[in-house]
């Protein structure tokens, strides 16, 4: 973006783009009028921002987004004013004091607040009653099968643990009276 396509909205603010060239460069020192010409002229970035606000309903056991229930995504833009920060400092340089013209285009400046982001894009929907079902199910489903894990799996190991004890314990008896018997 160029000044001087942001220069309505900067003289609404008190800036006037225009008066910059005519009025003040004149009243400047060679290499600060340079300076200040190469800063009138290079682009405005612009700063993109992204917003989002999203409601989810979560599945407690097993984690899943079972529903969107409200998404509201926002893209803003900003100009990137930082250039005049830079001009302001430049401007009040001691040498620049009594001058009035140099005075009150830094008054002007220092007027210069962050612009409201401006809306590119907004996004917001959330999802129908019946893809909130279908995943509810599927979450249900797996639900099944993270309990047989936590508790069908580790009760058949514990039995088999058991049994296996049971066994050696069994053998050992056995062994132990043959021995005794010899």
Same mark, same amino acid.
């Given at each position: 973006?160029? !000044? ?7 003289k ?8 910059l060239?005519? /009025?003040?460069?004149?009243?400047l020192?060679?290499?600060?009028r ?14 993109? *921002? ?5 409601? !989810? $309903?979560?599945?407690? @056991? ?5 529903? *969107?229930?409200?998404v ?11 250039? &005049?920060? /830079?001009?302001?400092? *430049? !401007?009040? /340089? ?14 002007? !400046?220092?007027r ?10 907004? $996004?917001q929907h959330?999802? @129908?009653?019946?893809s909130?079902? @279908? ?14 894990? /936590?508790?069908?799996v580790?009760f #058949? *190991?514990?039995m088999?643990?058991?049994?296996? &004890?049971?066994?050696?314990? #069994? ?12």
């Amino acid at each position: 973006m160029t !000044l001087s396509q942001l220069a309505p909205k900067l003289k609404a603010k008190g800036v006037d783009v225009a008066a910059l060239s005519e /009025k003040l460069l004149p009243a400047l020192s060679a290499a600060d009028r340079w300076a200040v010409q190469s800063m009138l002229t290079a682009t405005v970035p612009i700063k993109y *921002l992204v917003s989002a606000d999203t409601r !989810l $309903l979560v599945e407690p @056991t097993t984690g899943a987004i079972v529903s *969107l229930a409200d998404v509201n995504q926002m893209l803003t833009a900003v100009p990137d004013l930082t250039a &005049f920060t /830079k001009l302001a400092t *430049l !401007l009040a /340089k001691p040498e620049y004091a009594g001058n009035a013209v140099v005075q009150g285009t830094l008054t002007a !400046l220092t007027r210069l607040s962050g612009d409201e982001p401006v809306k590119v894009m907004r $996004l917001q929907h959330a999802q @129908t009653p019946a893809s909130v079902a @279908t995943i509810a199910d599927y979450a249900a489903g797996k639900t099944d099968g993270i309990r047989v894990v /936590k508790t069908v799996v580790p009760f #058949g *190991l514990m039995m088999l643990g058991v049994l296996c &004890f049971l066994g050696a314990a #069994g053998m050992a008896t056995v062994r132990s009276r043959v021995r005794v018997a010899v």
